[in-house]
């Protein structure tokens, strides 16, 4: 099992930043690829970034140029720096972990956090 707790969401006024931080417990020896998602009210869940083990990213498209994801596997932690921030950027943010083990994968999911972008 792999254990994934979010922290550093908040409220903060458009064009302003935030870091959001996802850490990581457990079984975490075979984790691959971690990403940010984000759901906001009525819409569904979508990739926000994602990075794997070697260091490569992946952006969605509405947040290219604006936010960056990083990770420390040293310190089992996973980071977005959310910078320009959109009142559309307004979501609960997820964290997620996948795990490659015994020829199958698993996936996991934190609890979210909240992070809110006003106008």
């Known amino acids: 099992q792999v254990q994934l707790v979010e922290s550093g969401g908040g409220l903060v006024q458009a064009g302003g930043s935030l870091k959001l931080s996802c850490a990581a417990s457990?079984?975490?020896?075979?984790?691959?690829?971690m990403g940010w998602y984000r759901q906001a009210p009525g819409k569904q869940r979508e990739l926000v970034a994602a990075?794997?083990?070697?260091?490569?990213?992946n952006y969605a498209d509405s947040v290219k140029g604006r936010f960056t994801i990083s990770r420390d596997n040293a310190k089992n932690t996973m980071y977005l720096q959310m910078n320009s921030l959109k009142p559309e950027d307004t979501a609960v943010y997820y964290c997620n972990a996948d795990r490659y083990y015994g020829s199958n994968w698993y996936n996991y999911w934190g609890q979210g956090t909240q992070v809110t972008v006003s106008s």
């Open positions: 990075i794997n083990r070697g260091g490569s990213t």
């Open positions: 457990g079984n975490i020896f075979s984790i691959n690829i």
